[in-house]
């Protein structure tokens, strides 16, 4: 469900101590009249362990390669949760080796069609954010990883017109995923404690986790314009919090 974010929100997200905390509201209803009621609070999502070298054991080395899967698949529902003309409509993850297979389901956001060079930025996320997060250490898993992605590449390929056109979309989708690097590492968590989450679930991690760094103009134009404005307010927060802790260091300097 989609709209104006105002009120409580159906899903929240939070860090507490390098931890990803997320507090679930049952939904009552749809649309303008949905009645939001709390569970039964906030839930604990252990942080998923970091990438490790050849050397690790064989347990430690599922644990990296079910880490880059879901990452990957973070990424697309980040993206299409983030990027204008599209949603994400919920994200899967499943099976019980080290080899997990995923997919997002994602829909046009409104009537329209989703945007040619959104859904190819869309589709580059997972393997973008697989470029900057780290790649399995064994080559059969590597082989694994790389016939897997492959489909996103076909189908971004098919989307444009012109070489430098997918190249181009390839460094929207680096920058983009660098920028929003904390939101789809938070859905990459959930994902370890469930395999299944709802397009709230997406839309909360991305509200709580704004961009690490302002996005030039060109990019801010292919962000839905609600989200933004929450991550303005959000960073306009953080620098009149920072104002006021400079000033009141300042005057306690001075006495």
Not at 62 to 82: G, P, Y
Not at 141 to 163: F, I, N, P, Q
Request: glycine content about 8%; aromatic content about 6%; overall charge negative.
């Amino acid at each position: 469900m989609r709209g104006a974010w105002s009120g409580e929100p159906k899903l929240a997200v939070r860090a507490v101590n390098g931890r990803v905390l997320l507090h679930e509201c049952k939904v009552h209803g749809r649309g303008s009249t949905a009645q939001l009621a709390r569970s039964e609070g906030w839930q604990l999502v252990p942080t998923a362990s970091v990438f490790t070298s050849s050397g690790s054991s064989e347990v430690q080395r599922a644990d990296d390669l079910k880490r880059i899967t879901r990452l990957h698949e973070a990424a697309h529902a980040v993206f299409h949760a983030s990027l204008v003309g599209t949603c994400c409509c919920e994200v899967h993850v499943w099976g019980s080796g080290k080899y997990e297979e995923a997919f997002t389901v994602s829909c046009p956001e409104g009537n329209e069609q989703t945007p040619a060079h959104v859904r190819a930025i869309a589709a580059l996320a997972g393997p973008a954010i697989n470029a900057l997060a780290g790649q399995a250490s064994d080559q059969d898993e590597r082989l694994w990883l790389w016939r897997g992605t492959l489909g996103d590449y076909v189908k971004a390929a098919s989307l444009v017109a012109k070489e430098a056109d997918i190249l181009a979309l390839w460094d929207s989708a680096v920058a983009l995923a660098q920028s929003l690097r904390p939101a789809i590492e938070a859905v990459a968590d959930l994902l370890a404690n469930e395999s299944r989450l709802t397009e709230d679930h997406v839309d909360a991690a991305v509200r709580a986790y704004p961009p690490l760094r302002p996005l030039p103009s060109d990019m801010r134009k292919l962000i839905k314009p609600d989200l933004l404005a929450d991550w303005d307010s959000d960073s306009e927060s953080k620098d009149a919090q920072q104002s006021g802790s400079g000033s009141a260091a300042t005057h306690s300097g001075d006495t």
